[in-house]
């Protein structure tokens, strides 16, 4: 079975400075990997998401994250945080079976923004 | 276009009853699945639809049972409620199963 793990379940930063937050996982095959944001009592909107090709990945709102195969990681990364980053963030791995789908998803990062 | 849209968006029941949640994916989308999110074991995969089967489930007892319709509507339901149910139901609708999941805003369900 394929597994996520995030490291950090709280991450504060300034407005402006760096974010990263990290994602590893698991797989047997070559994965799918996803990441989603959560605002306080909404759903999961997706920011970015990785299949196949090109290993850095752009996103809305400035967001991007790096698939390394070597390492097992797929880490999202902002260069400049705004308030309004301020969110959960779940990294998600998509694991499909034959017919059959779903996605495991990581224990989350709550995103802090400070000035 | 349209999202994938969740009814009802709150819903308060009382231990023993049972619930019914509804969803309606993407026009287009026949996957749906869905998913429980409680603040002590995070998201969890309750089960996936495809052209009105059940793919896959997850490792939920049976009081929780789902169906898909001809239009790719969905309906969980839920029987003989526990406290434990309490969470944030959602739903999620994909074109081609395994990528580009959408997800709902939720159904919030309050088990007292």
């Known amino acids: 079975a394929q597994s996520v793990t995030q490291l950090g379940s709280h991450v504060s930063v300034s407005e402006g400075a760096l974010v990263l937050l990290r994602c590893n996982y698991s797989?047997?095959?070559?994965?799918?990997l996803f990441w989603y944001v959560q605002y306080p009592n909404q759903g999961l909107q997706l920011l970015l998401k990785y299949t196949t090709g090109a290993t850095l990945v752009k996103g809305i709102n400035g967001f991007e994250a790096e698939f390394k195969k070597s390492e097992t990681s797929f880490h999202l990364t902002k260069p400049s945080a705004h308030m309004s980053d301020a969110a959960e963030y779940f990294c998600a791995v998509s694991e499909s079976t034959g017919t059959a789908s779903k996605l495991t998803f990581g224990t989350g990062t709550r995103l802090q923004v400070t000035l | 276009k349209a999202g994938v849209t969740q009814t009802p968006r709150y819903l308060i029941k009382t231990r023993g009853q049972q619930v019914t949640l509804s969803c309606s994916p993407i026009s287009g989308h026949r996957s749906v699945s869905w998913y429980q999110q409680t603040p002590g074991q995070g998201l969890q995969f309750l089960f996936e639809?495809?052209?009105?089967?059940?793919?896959n489930k997850g490792n939920f007892p049976g009081r929780f049972s789902g169906r898909q319709f001809s239009n790719s509507r969905s309906e969980m339901n839920v029987s003989t409620l526990e406290l434990g149910d309490s969470a944030l139901y959602l739903c999620a609708s994909s074109l081609i199963q395994g990528l580009g999941y959408t997800f709902g805003s939720g159904t919030r369900l309050t088990v007292v």
């Open positions: 797989s047997s095959v070559p994965p799918y």
């Open positions: 639809y495809f052209s009105e089967t059940q793919r």
